[in-house]
C-alpha cells in the first residue's frame, strides 16, 4: 500500500510540473465573415450574386424567338427538358455589351416555379469577401438601370463589385 501511496504522490508531482511548465492555449481568433458570390459582367458593370441564387452557369443554349415579346427577350429553350426563357440583361438595362458572343453565359436562376436563364456578357466563377471588402451603403448605387436590383458592394483589389439580387 505504501508503494501505491508512494506512486500517486509521483503521479500528482509530475501532473503539477506538467501543468506548471505548460504553454498557454492560443488565444481563440475571431474568423471574419466571409460572403460568398458568382461574379459576372453585364455591360461594363461587375456584379455579384449570392451563391446559393444560381443553379448553373451555362453557354448561350439554341434559342426560339418568341413572337410578340421585347427585344430582350431573345427566346425560349429545352434544358434538359424544362423550358428555359432567356433573358439579355444588357438589352433589358440598356447596356451596350462589350465582349464578343463566345464569352457570353447564361445564369440559371430558379425561384420556387420560376425558372429564368440571364443572359450575362462573362461570368467569372466564384468570388469571397471579407465583411471588411464591404462597400458604405451610399457608395453600392451606380446612377443607372441597375440601381433597384443592387442590395450591397465590395471592393477587392481596387475594384468595385456590386450584389444583385
Known amino acids: 500500500m505504501a508503494d501505491a501511496a508512494q506512486a500517486f504522490s509521483t503521479l500528482v508531482s509530475l501532473a503539477r510540473g506538467a501543468t506548471a511548465a505548460a504553454l498557454p ?4 481568433e475571431q474568423k471574419a465573415e466571409v460572403w460568398r458570390g458568382l461574379a459576372f459582367n453585364v455591360g461594363s458593370t461587375r456584379l455579384l450574386s ?6 448553373e452557369v451555362i453557354e448561350v443554349p439554341a434559342l426560339t424567338r418568341v413572337p410578340g415579346t421585347a427585344e430582350w427577350l431573345l427566346g425560349i429553350s429545352n434544358v434538359r427538358g424544362r423550358i428555359l426563357p432567356v433573358v439579355d440583361l444588357c438589352a ?13 453565359r447564361v445564369l440559371v436562376v430558379e425561384r420556387g416555379e420560376l425558372l ?10 466564384m468570388m469571397q469577401f ?3 471588402d464591404a462597400d458604405p451603403e451610399q ?11 443592387l442590395r450591397a458592394g465590395y471592393r477587392q483589389s481596387g475594384r468595385h463589385w456590386r450584389v444583385m439580387d
Open 25 to 28: 492555449l492560443p488565444a481563440q
Open 50 to 55: 449570392s451563391i446559393g441564387e444560381v443553379e
Open 92 to 104: 433589358y438595362f440598356g447596356f451596350e455589351k462589350g465582349v464578343s458572343e463566345e464569352e457570353w
Open 116 to 125: 429564368v436563364g440571364l443572359l450575362v456578357e462573362q461570368a467569372f466563377g
Open 130 to 132: 471579407e465583411s471588411s
Open 139 to 149: 457608395e453600392i448605387a451606380l446612377g443607372n438601370a441597375l440601381d433597384p436590383y
